[in-house]
């Protein structure tokens, strides 16, 4: 045993102290373990850092959408209901961006996140809509999918000409869009339309021409067997006579059944509303007109004094009644009617009856006349007469004129 490299003891054998100086020198450190094939490895290396970086980045995600689903379901910042308009042919980004513009929702990627989660894209409607206070984006968004939208409504009397139709579609305030031509008189269905705020007035119209055409078909169908009209265009003409003759619905089969009466004997129509649409057309029911003799006598294609049988076309929109009233008319032997003073009629079934109830109906309305006359010498007399006194009595009335 030397001193620069001392033995190991041998098992059993006491060890012999360290010198001094042996004790002073450092021992020498172990040599290091060789390094690891796999450690070594840089796909190892680069698989260890994507997992990292996908373990942030999925954590960030789920942060993101922890907030916003908290978000999209938290109170909104609107301060009071309001109303919304989305147009047709929006996409959502614009739709989101209009809500976020009008202060419904605040953050506009948070509405289109929930949108996309939703699986909503495609389902939001156009329309306008009432958003509550503080409407969650998560209820913006079931609104818009649902669809119930805010309804307006335009409703037609029964018995207008397509030019009145037409008159009052422009002058509604919700509709858009021109009218490029009134359509035939007799095509459309007179009746309440429900729509949302930017339908145009040419879907309105279309709307009333297939509701015309569908109920038409259905009452063709029922008729009465041997009626004196052989076409629905014919029984839509009659219709729209009935229709203008009179403005009570149980009077519409009564009069249906005069008129068809008369056609089966050969004996002309006779009905006023024909005279003054042949001299007036669509115009002639704007305001209240009362016959001369001179427009009585006046050649006329329409005037059924003049002409046998039907007018050439209708001279008004029939309601569903009137033509329910014509292919299903009263079976009676009535030829005549008159008015009688309180907005119906009195029926007669010959002539001379019929010439009673004609004198009877002209004293009635001499002696209204007479009092009239009566009552407005007498007010111009004490001074009570003005210039509103004429139409307060006609507000809030929706008259119909025949």
Do not use: C
């Not at 996409?91 to 976020?100: F, K, N, P, T, V």
């Not at 403005?247 to 004996?267: S, T, W």
């Not at 006598?297 to 929109?317: D, E, K, M, V, W």
């Not at 006349?369 to 006609?394: I, M, Q, V």
């Amino acid at each position: 045993m030397t001193e620069d490299h001392p033995e190991e003891p041998i098992e059993g054998q006491r060890v012999s102290p360290r010198s001094p100086r042996e004790a002073l020198q450092p021992e020498q450190a172990p040599p290091p373990p060789a390094a690891s094939r796999r450690a070594k490895n840089k796909f190892v290396v680069m698989a260890s850092g994507i997992f990292t970086f996908l373990m942030l980045l999925a954590i960030a995600l789920g942060a993101v959408l922890f907030i916003g689903q908290h978000q999209f379901n938290s109170q909104g910042p609107l301060e009071a209901t309001t109303h919304i308009n989305v147009q047709r042919g929006k996409g959502i980004r614009e739709i989101a961006q209009q809500l976020e513009r009008d202060g419904i929702i605040d953050q506009a990627w948070v509405f289109l996140g929930g949108i996309v989660l939703n699986k909503a894209q495609d389902d939001l409607k156009a329309g306008e809509y009432v958003i509550p206070q503080h409407a969650s984006m998560q209820e913006v968004m079931n609104i818009l999918v649902e669809g119930k939208a805010i309804l307006h409504q335009v409703t037609i009397p029964e018995g207008y000409t397509s030019e009145q139709i037409v008159a009052k579609l422009r002058e509604h305030p919700i509709l858009v869009g021109e009218i490029a031509e009134v359509p035939a008189e007799g095509t459309l269905l007179p009746e309440t339309y429900s729509f949302d705020r930017g339908t145009t007035r040419s879907q309105v119209i279309d709307r009333m021409r297939r509701a015309q055409e569908r109920v038409l078909e259905e009452v063709w169908e029922r008729r009465t067997d041997d009626l004196p009209v052989t076409t629905p265009e014919e029984l839509v003409i009659l219709a729209s006579i009935v229709e203008k003759e009179t403005g009570k619905a149980d009077e519409r089969p009564r009069v249906a059944g005069v008129f068809i009466n008369r056609l089966q004997k050969g004996m002309r129509l006779q009905s006023d509303p024909t005279i003054l649409y042949g001299l007036y057309g669509g115009k002639a029911f704007f305001e209240p007109r009362t016959i001369t003799r001179s427009e009585l006598n006046a050649p006329n294609g329409f005037n059924t004094y003049q002409i046998n049988g039907l007018p050439p076309t209708a001279i008004a929109n029939p309601g569903r009644a009137a033509l329910e009233a014509v292919a299903n008319p009263s079976q009676t032997e009535e030829l005549f009617f008159v008015a009688d003073g309180t907005g119906g009629h009195i029926f007669a079934a010959s002539l001379d009856e019929h010439n009673r109830n004609v004198a009877k109906w002209r004293k009635l309305e001499k002696e209204r006349n007479a009092r009239s006359a009566a009552e407005a010498a007498k007010a111009e007399a004490t001074g009570e007469a003005d210039a509103e006194s004429g139409t307060k009595s006609l507000e809030g009335l929706d008259l119909k004129v025949n």
